[in-house]
């Protein structure tokens, strides 16, 4: 007999169990990530999810200079700290200590940030 449909975030595999996807692990409290590359990759993507949002609020705002820069930062490694060591509660060690987890991808968002937020300002402010 078969049971009702899979959801989408499920994969089988071969043993007969059930693998979750990237996705639905990253919202799991307390996951376990069978690779690192893979809780690395969440990292990086969840900070640009958090470049864009930030970068939109900026320029609606209309937030200036050192001030957006410096609350962008704190907001970022802030909330990606409190998600890796509290949410997911990960060995910090396994992935190159603390620091390493809080840099991944970091300049990568904040060039994000910055475009977004430029575009923005420029487009709602600008005269």
């Given at each position: 007999?078969?049971?009702?449909?899979?959801?989408?975030?499920?994969?089988?595999v071969a043993n007969g169990g059930v693998k979750l996807s990237t996705?639905?692990?990253?919202?799991?409290?307390?996951?376990?990530?069978?690779?690192?590359?893979?809780?690395?990759?969440?990292?990086?993507?969840?900070?640009?999810?958090?470049?864009?949002?930030?970068?939109?609020?900026?320029?609606?705002?209309?937030?200036?200079?050192f001030l957006g820069i410096a609350i962008f930062c704190i907001i970022?490694?802030?909330?990606?700290?409190?998600?890796?060591?509290?949410?997911?509660?990960?060995?910090?060690?396994?992935?190159?200590?603390?620091?390493?987890?809080?840099?991944?991808?970091?300049?990568?968002?904040?060039?994000?940030?910055?475009?977004?937020?430029?575009?923005?300002?420029?487009?709602?402010?600008?005269?």
């Amino acid at each position: 007999m078969t049971s009702g449909p899979r959801r989408r975030d499920e994969v089988s595999v071969a043993n007969g169990g059930v693998k979750l996807s990237t996705w639905s692990k990253a919202l799991r409290c307390r996951a376990v990530w069978d690779e690192k590359d893979e809780f690395l990759d969440v990292i990086y993507w969840f900070r640009q999810i958090i470049a864009v949002i930030l970068g939109i609020i900026w320029g609606i705002v209309p937030l200036k200079g050192f001030l957006g820069i410096a609350i962008f930062c704190i907001i970022n490694a802030g909330l990606l700290y409190v998600y890796f060591s509290s949410f997911q509660q990960v060995d910090e060690e396994e992935y190159g200590g603390t620091w390493e987890l809080t840099k991944e991808g970091f300049m990568t968002s904040f060039a994000l940030f910055l475009v977004v937020w430029i575009i923005f300002y420029t487009a709602l402010h600008y005269e």
